[in-house]
């Protein structure tokens, strides 16, 4: 009787074991199955984007401008009474903007940045899209740059920000519209977890630029490890 026992419980450990480690493995397996088609839509979602993207008539440094185009004269200062760019005689003061997009859950004023990092100039559009970042930037303020939508025919300016959002500045031809795409930086939630939201802006001549509907996509992260996304959300595109 004793031996009978001790076999049945043999036999239980055994086919618990086996159950743990079958469901495990099918959890892992699951668990990559998963990361791979995230990683595949991700792909195709880039693939499409940039086909849609507009690209410059150039993009250099402010010191090139005025050799690639003599009538575009753009230049800054930052003394006293703040960071301030002249384009073609006209003179922006970035100290009094306030971002369009929400850059950390919220709006943000322009005022941290005191240096301009890059132009592109869109020649069909009329447009200039200025980056602005800190040249002596420390910490999480390295994460930190703004974009400056230039009408050169109106010459009004449309400010936007970006967190841990990366560096990128581009426009985009979506069904024979013209959009800017801004990112938004959304964490830590309570899992530990960082969303970042793409949102298009629709650009039309004379007119402040509109978010065109829902999130345009919407990325979720762990451990800000972001080159690998645990989830992914796409509203449409073309």
């Not at 493995?25 to 979602?45: A, G, L, M, Y």
């Not at 703040?82 to 005689?89: A, Q, R």
């Not at 303020?141 to 970006?162: A, E, M």
Request: hydrophobic share 35%.
């Amino acid at each position: 009787m004793k031996n009978t026992i001790q076999i049945l419980f043999f036999l239980i450990l055994n086919f618990t074991l086996f159950s743990c480690i079958k469901n495990s493995t099918e959890i892992k397996i699951n668990k990559v199955d998963s990361t791979e088609k995230i990683k595949n839509k991700v792909i195709d979602f880039v693939s499409a984007l940039d086909s849609s993207e507009i690209k410059p008539t150039f993009s250099t440094s402010l010191d090139s401008v005025s050799v690639l185009n003599p009538n575009l004269k753009i230049s800054s200062s930052n003394k006293n009474n703040g960071f301030v760019i002249s384009i073609n005689e006209n003179r922006v003061d970035v100290k009094k903007l306030l971002t369009i997009n929400d850059v950390w859950s919220s709006k943000d004023s322009v005022n941290y940045a005191n240096n301009i990092s890059e132009v592109k100039y869109y020649k069909p559009l009329n447009l200039l899209l200025l980056q602005l970042n800190n040249d002596m930037c420390t910490g999480l303020g390295c994460s930190v740059n703004y974009q400056l939508i230039y009408d050169l025919y109106s010459k009004k300016v449309f400010p936007f920000g970006r967190f841990r959002t990366g560096f990128d500045m581009k426009l985009y031809k979506i069904k024979n519209n013209v959009y800017y795409l801004s990112k938004t930086f959304h964490g830590r939630n309570a899992e530990q977890k960082d969303t970042i939201f793409y949102n298009l802006y629709k650009i039309e001549p004379k007119s402040l630029p509109q978010k065109d509907g829902k999130h345009f996509a919407r990325f979720t992260y762990e451990n800000e490890d972001y080159d690998k996304e645990t989830s992914f959300i796409q509203e449409w595109i073309k």
